[in-house]
């Protein structure tokens, strides 16, 4: 187990909702990613938070967004829900500074109906 | 433009060697990494390799770096039944402080008894 935590495991919201997901990372990591990986595919790079701030994004629209707290936890956000939002979403904790060794979570299942 | 290659499918029987095959196309990855997930599993980092270096072995994996052919390949030395699972290669991009993985689609390997 790498110690990232991801809440919840699976969730089905419904078109034009909202939802908000939860990520701890690795006892000090600092740096949080987020990835989407739908069925049969590679994970696609949303964004990555370092000290509280966007550190670089993806090829993700703005509904798409993001937090990172003091104590190095994160949320992913996404309003406006499309079907096509149905995904693994998968968090990631590094430390900078080295390489970019990503430890990831088990992830939350969303399903968009 | 960043991609990551590897081909879909692998089959081996148990006890023989599997070679896991990726090419890249970004000349200035830092890192490269080899993931493993396995069904209804988050990505668990299996190696990486710095992009200056053409070999590291580590227990029963081998990973060579040819960076003039951008060719990364995995090799599982006595395949297992628990070695089943889908091998993902991904390349480490950094620019300043905007750091981020590219991920290929993954190589499902099916270990046969």
């Known amino acids: 187990e790498t110690g990232v935590t991801q809440s919840p495991t699976h969730l089905i919201k419904t078109r034009g909702q909202q939802v908000t997901l939860r990520c701890s990372s690795q006892s000090g990591h600092n740096t949080v990613s987020w990835y989407q990986q739908a069925l049969g595919q590679g994970p696609q790079f949303i964004f990555q938070?370092?000290?509280?701030?966007?550190?670089g994004r993806g090829n993700f629209p703005p509904r798409f967004s993001g937090l990172q707290f003091p104590n190095y936890s994160s949320e992913l956000n996404v309003n406006a829900l499309e079907l096509d939002d149905s995904a693994l979403y998968l968090c990631?904790?590094?430390?900078?500074?080295?390489?970019?060794?990503?430890?990831f979570g088990p992830g939350t299942r969303l399903l968009v109906l | 433009g960043e991609d990551v290659e590897q081909s879909l499918f692998l089959s081996v029987r148990e006890g023989d060697s599997s070679v896991i095959n990726c090419t890249y196309t970004?000349?200035?990855?830092?890192?490269l990494y080899w993931y493993k997930q396995e069904p209804g599993a988050g990505l668990q980092l299996l190696t990486y390799i710095f992009s200056n270096m053409d070999m590291k072995q580590d227990q029963r994996l081998t990973v060579l770096l040819n960076k003039k052919d951008k060719h990364l390949s995995l090799r599982i030395a006595d395949t297992q039944t628990g070695d089943s699972a889908i091998y993902f290669c991904?390349?480490?991009?950094?620019?300043?402080?905007?750091?981020?993985?590219?991920w290929g689609l993954g190589t499902s390997l099916a270990v046969n008894p």
């Open positions: 970004d000349s200035s990855s830092t890192y």
């Open positions: 990631a904790s590094s430390l900078a500074g080295g390489p970019e060794t990503q430890y």
């Open positions: 938070y370092y000290r509280e701030e966007e550190n």
């Open positions: 991904a390349e480490g991009w950094e620019a300043g402080n905007n750091r981020k993985l590219i």
